[in-house]
């Protein structure tokens, strides 16, 4: 009898370890969520996390400054503007101080974050967007194109949103017959993934409306699915065997009849919510009510999903949040952090990959997702598409100041942010007008020259809203165009008998 040497692969991430921060570093006394939803409950970035919290008569989240620690004051300020619980959030991938909530009052609201955290209660958003019949649990935005939100509720609707203007775009109210779990971009925006209590993953193209690809029953349980875009382009899922058992597989879009890989994970009930990393393509599994979070390295090598380590500790999570990759300490060899939510504590947990070397990890840290959108809103509605914009992490990263006008892209939305022409160029003081008309000496023709230039300039403003407006209307109505074009081809379908 011969036996073979066992070859062991490769992998620069094949030591990962996880550790927990010190309990001084953790944030204490949050009142997490009790919301019977399957969703993190948490969103970080580099200046904040976002916890969905308890709210007496309406719905809540905290905001907070990412290095604040301790005890969390019951007394502190919240984003308070929702009807009925909050479901999701999620930060903007384009603006760190943006943020929008999902609800069960059936609205999305985003939300500017003043730099340094909330003084006070927060209770008026930006913008309100309404166009759901039932309570709305799935945000998504778009991974590169500028203020291109999508919304998923319990209507089984799909509403694809411009929140610059607060207009709805696009919506698929026919492509899900059942609940919605799990929406997912791919990398350049394209087309999105979906599951759903049908069982079935989706490969759909919002701007056409049309569902590309269809696998039923995905997993053959009846619990819920997840799914996630790879930045190769395949889909992660997981879910449950007809024995529930948990699993994940693999699947590569241009043949969903059967899956590259499919693996058994344990026989617990809480649902797997994947984290995919597509710097390290690795996956994180973070189930709502375990004790553990598993991670894994995607390759091109059978069996293609390769297990690498777990986290586990004694206090189950609620949810997680995810820290977007410009937020982790580079110097520390740190590659991913989340932050577990347990009853009443918020608890960093840092995945690290252990180097003797203080230098920067140039291969730890390929380029990666920064803040500059590669595409504006009417860009992509007009059918354009490009991969997000990436940024070095060499020397770490620093969160920008406040953009404060990445949501009032078009004039539509002015009246909304309160920034109206006529409010801007009005006199604070009623008597200023007064003052000028009577003219203050030799000081006159220098006021003349300064009303000639707000002039000119406030006619310039006005000549570029209206051609921004004028391209938008070009856009929406290309779009439109489009979707015309599907309807007529249905029908046309429906009318020669083939459906």
């Known amino acids: 009898m011969s036996f073979r040497r066992g070859v062991v692969r490769q992998s620069k991430f094949r030591h990962v370890f996880a550790q927990a921060w010190k309990a001084e570093h953790c944030l204490d006394d949050v009142r997490v969520s009790r919301v019977t939803w399957d969703g993190p409950l948490c969103a970080a970035n580099p200046k904040f996390i976002a916890v969905v919290i308890e709210a ?54 985003i939300w500017q974050i003043p730099d340094g955290g909330l003084t ?16 709305v649990g799935i945000l998504a935005w778009h991974p590169s194109a500028l ?40 990398r350049e925006g394209s087309v999105l993934c979906t599951t759903c209590k049908d069982k079935a993953l989706r490969v759909i193209d919002p701007r056409r409306g049309t569902v590309l690809k269809v696998r039923e029953k995905a997993h053959e349980g009846t619990r819920p699915m997840r799914a996630v875009f790879l930045a190769d382009g395949k889909i992660l899922t997981t ?60 390759t091109d090598e059978s069996p293609y999903v390769h297990f690498l380590s777990l986290y586990s500790s004694k206090e189950p999570q609620r949810g997680a949040g995810f820290l977007s990759k410009r937020g982790v300490d580079v110097n520390k060899c740190e590659i991913a952090r989340f932050y577990k939510l347990h009853e009443r504590k918020v608890e960093p947990i840092s ?30 509605i007009a059918g354009q598409d490009a991969p997000p914009t990436l940024v070095s992490l060499s020397g770490g990263y620093t969160a920008p100041p406040s953009k ?31 003052m000028e008309s009577e003219g203050l000496g030799h000081g006159q023709g220098r006021r003349d020259v300064d009303g000639g ?27 439109q165009g489009h979707r015309i074009d599907v309807l007529e081809r249905q029908l046309a379908r429906i009318e020669d008998g083939e459906v």
């Open 56 to 109: 007496g008569g309406g719905g809540a989240f905290l905001v907070l400054p990412l290095a604040k620690s301790g005890r969390v004051d019951q007394n502190t300020p919240t984003v308070c503007g929702h009807a009925a619980p909050v479901l999701d959030v999620q930060w903007c991938p384009h603006d760190d101080n943006v943020i929008a909530s999902a609800s069960e009052d059936c609205t999305v609201k």
């Open 120 to 135: 006070s209660p927060m209770s008026e958003a930006v913008v309100t967007l309404e166009g759901h019949s039932k309570r």
């Open 147 to 186: 203020n291109i939100l999508l919304t998923a509720g319990c209507d089984n609707v799909l509403c694809v949103w411009d929140v610059g203007t607060g207009e709805l775009v696009y919506q698929l109210s026919d492509a899900h017959p059942d609940l919605i779990y799990s929406v997912s971009w791919n």
């Open 239 to 298: 879910g449950f065997s007809r024995m529930s058992e948990r699993q994940l597989a693999l699947w590569d879009t241009r043949d969903l009849s059967e899956p590259m890989v499919t693996q058994e994970i344990d026989t617990s009930n809480g649902v797997l919510l994947p984290f995919y990393d597509p710097d390290t393509n690795m996956v994180y599994l973070c189930g709502k009510g375990d004790c553990t979070i598993r991670y894994f390295e995607v």
């Open 351 to 380: 995945m690290t990959v252990p180097r003797k070397s203080d230098l920067f990890q140039g291969d730890l840290y390929p380029d990666t997702v920064g803040l500059e959108p590669a595409l504006q809103a009417e860009d992509w």
């Open 404 to 434: 404060c006008g990445t949501l009032r892209g078009r004039p539509k939305l002015l009246s909304q942010t309160n920034t109206s022409p006529t409010s801007t160029t009005a006199p604070a003081n009623p008597m200023a007008g007064e």
């Open 453 to 479: 230039i707000a002039r000119v300039k406030k006619e310039e403003d006005q000549l570029s809203d209206i051609l921004t407006e004028i391209r938008a209307l070009r856009a929406l109505a290309l779009a």
